[in-house]
């Protein structure tokens, strides 16, 4: 287990890429898991934060910093935009996971 202080900045890796940079993270209130990481995707595609689940995570390596996904960098471009003034809700969700081709963690 560790402090997100020593996670933020770690470098999020696709596929066939590098996708940004971890910046934040959501969580859960009620059940206090993690739902989401928020990248920045930098240079990549510039100001644009996306989320992605930690259950996509294949990989995490502290010695590099780094964080490995299941995810291609094409997919990652075309994720819907995560805008932080507005409230996270389930119909964002359900495009978040219906672009990735993912199961919602809510449908058990």
Same mark, same amino acid.
């Given at each position: 287990?560790?402090?997100?202080? /020593?996670?933020?900045?770690?470098? *999020?890796?696709?596929?066939? #890429? +590098?996708?940004?940079?971890?910046?934040?993270?959501?969580?859960?209130?009620?059940?206090?898991?993690? *739902?989401?990481?928020?990248?920045?995707?930098?240079?990549?595609?510039? #100001?644009?934060?996306?989320?992605?689940?930690?259950?996509?995570?294949?990989?995490?390596?502290?010695?590099?910093?780094?964080?490995?996904?299941?995810?291609?960098? +094409?997919?990652?471009?075309?994720?819907?935009?995560?805008?932080?003034? @507005?409230?996270?809700?389930?119909?964002?969700?359900?495009?978040?996971? /219906? @672009?990735? #081709?993912?199961?919602?963690?809510?449908?058990?």
């Amino acid at each position: 287990l560790r402090s997100f202080n /020593e996670v933020a900045g770690y470098r *999020l890796n696709a596929d066939d #890429g +590098e996708i940004g940079k971890m910046v934040d993270l959501i969580v859960d209130q009620e059940r206090w898991n993690v *739902l989401y990481m928020i990248v920045d995707t930098g240079g990549l595609f510039p #100001g644009k934060k996306v989320l992605v689940s930690p259950n996509w995570v294949e990989q995490i390596s502290a010695a590099s910093r780094e964080v490995d996904v299941d995810l291609k960098v +094409e997919t990652i471009r075309k994720s819907p935009e995560w805008d932080p003034d @507005h409230p996270l809700d389930r119909d964002y969700e359900e495009r978040l996971y /219906e @672009h990735y #081709g993912r199961r919602g963690y809510w449908e058990g």
